[in-house]
């Protein structure tokens, strides 16, 4: 089998740590586990270097199959899982990180997340220290969130006085999440897409077919350079070989101010997924 070597051809972002993280990276969420390693590795053969996972997503181990067996170099891969909310607080998140870890067959993490904030929980302060007692001990890179709203993240600067190097969020053309992006640029914090895609439903938006058209591109390729462009690390999903090397053809073309503009428009608030303020603990994500 043979991985192409451009590791290069995907530009990176430079964390507020120091560490290098692919602006592009293939997510795995509902990738079964019985399918995840022909995913994961059709991914990394394209050129994909930096694979998303969670605790949740139930395909630890496949994931960390699919990179052992294509025989790349682990400084040339970029890992990131998650931790389920059942396990935040300190003790609780030193072992689930652990039990991760065991699954993956790592033995260092490249970015370990907060999956979600569960505010009323109160954990999540206690949480993110365990994750600095981590990185203090090299057993992760680098750490962050995901799905924290403004003042989630004021109260973790507040308390720890560190900024989480990314915050994981909801963003796609029709949820661009501006105020947000640019709290997360006072910090220092990088945005990272999840349902960069929007699961497919924005790429039947017109704006989108329109700018398809006049770029020679594809919907999925339109919005993925859009991400680009906008600073964003995008991680976006598909099980079909096709489909996952479409995603990865974003880095030879470039959209104008103008098309740019036009997607930035589409904002309609629209979100798939749950709204961070309001989940539930033990609802599946
Ligand atoms: P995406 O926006 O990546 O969309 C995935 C869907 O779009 C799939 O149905 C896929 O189909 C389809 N698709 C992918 N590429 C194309 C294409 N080129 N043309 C047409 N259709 C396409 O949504 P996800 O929700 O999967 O998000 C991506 C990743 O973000 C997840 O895998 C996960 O890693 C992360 N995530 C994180 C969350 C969090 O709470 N932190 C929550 C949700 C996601 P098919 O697979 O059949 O090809």
Same mark, same amino acid.
């Given at each position: 089998m043979t991985y192409r070597s451009e590791t290069s051809a995907v530009p990176s972002i430079v964390l507020n740590d120091g560490q290098v993280m692919p602006k592009l990276g293939y997510g795995v969420f509902k990738v079964a586990a019985e399918e995840a390693v022909d995913a994961v590795a059709a991914a990394l053969r394209v050129g994909y270097r930096s694979i998303d996972t969670a605790a949740i997503y139930g395909n630890e181990a496949e994931v960390g199959s699919a990179l052992r067996e294509s025989g790349l170099p682990r400084d040339e891969l970029f890992v990131t899982t998650k931790l389920w909310n059942s396990n935040q607080g300190y003790d609780a998140t030193l072992r689930a990180f652990d039990e991760s870890m065991k699954r993956l067959e790592l033995? =260092? !993490?490249?970015l370990y997340l907060i999956h979600w904030p569960i505010a009323e929980a109160g954990l999540y302060v206690d949480t993110f220290r365990a994750l600095q007692a981590l990185k203090a001990q090299g057993r992760v890179t680098s750490i962050g969130v995901s799905n924290f709203t403004r003042a989630n993240l004021e109260r973790v600067i507040a308390e720890t006085g560190e900024a989480p190097a990314v915050n994981q969020i909801e963003l796609h053309p029709y949820l661009p999440q501006t105020a947000l992006r640019a709290f997360h640029s006072e910090h220092g914090i990088i945005t990272e897409a999840w349902s960069p895609l929007g699961r497919g439903a924005e790429l039947e938006d017109p704006v989108i077919a329109a700018i398809a058209g006049e770029t020679g591109r594809t919907a999925a390729q339109v919005i993925l350079r859009w991400h680009m462009q906008l600073g964003n690390v995008a991680i976006p999903k598909s099980v079909t070989p096709s489909r996952i090397a479409e995603n990865f053809e974003v880095f030879d073309f470039e959209l104008t101010d103008e098309q740019l503009a036009r997607i930035n428009g !589409?904002?309609?608030?629209? =979100?798939?997924g749950p709204d961070p303020d309001t989940f539930q603990i033990d609802a599946p994500a």
């Open positions: 033995d =260092r !993490l490249d !589409l904002d309609n608030g629209t =979100r798939i």
